[in-house]
């Protein structure tokens, strides 16, 4: 079956970084988008990055960009998303997710349109 392993989450001060991985298994990872949402306390899910299978095309929200970049190991099955910078407002529960080939547009989509998820990694920012 299909299993997704996001792992890397912390607490960290403003300014600082971490490394987010996202493991997978069960199916044929290089013909698969991969997305990194996040939910915050009281908040609604939101898109942050995302790259597209084949081509490695990566997106990102307007407030990542800058700070985040996405990447891909296929050969690892893995998704990794840098985080450079960080402030309060990227503190939550940091999941990742695929769909079919790419990301979708326009970037940020919707949580519904990714068809696997992750158990999620916390990720905490102090100020």
């Known amino acids: 079956e299909v299993q997704l392993q996001a792992s890397g989450g912390g607490l960290v001060q403003a300014g600082g970084s971490l490394r987010l991985s996202c493991t997978a298994s069960?199916?044929?990872?290089?013909?698969?988008?991969v997305g990194w949402f996040r939910q915050a306390p009281g908040k609604e899910r939101e898109g942050v990055s995302c790259?597209?299978?084949?081509?490695?095309?990566?997106y990102y929200r307007d407030s990542a960009k800058g700070r985040f970049t996405i990447s891909r190991d296929d050969a690892k099955r893995t998704v990794y998303l840098q985080m450079n910078s960080l402030n309060a407002e990227d503190t939550g529960v940091y999941y990742c997710?695929?769909?079919?080939?790419?990301?979708?547009?326009?970037?940020?989509?919707?949580?519904?349109?990714?068809?696997?998820w992750g158990q999620g990694t916390l990720v905490t920012v102090s100020s």
């Open positions: 997710a695929i769909r079919d080939l790419f990301c979708g547009t326009p970037y940020p989509t919707p949580p519904a349109d990714f068809d696997y």
């Open positions: 069960g199916f044929t990872f290089d013909d698969y988008a």
């Open positions: 790259i597209s299978s084949s081509d490695g095309m990566s």
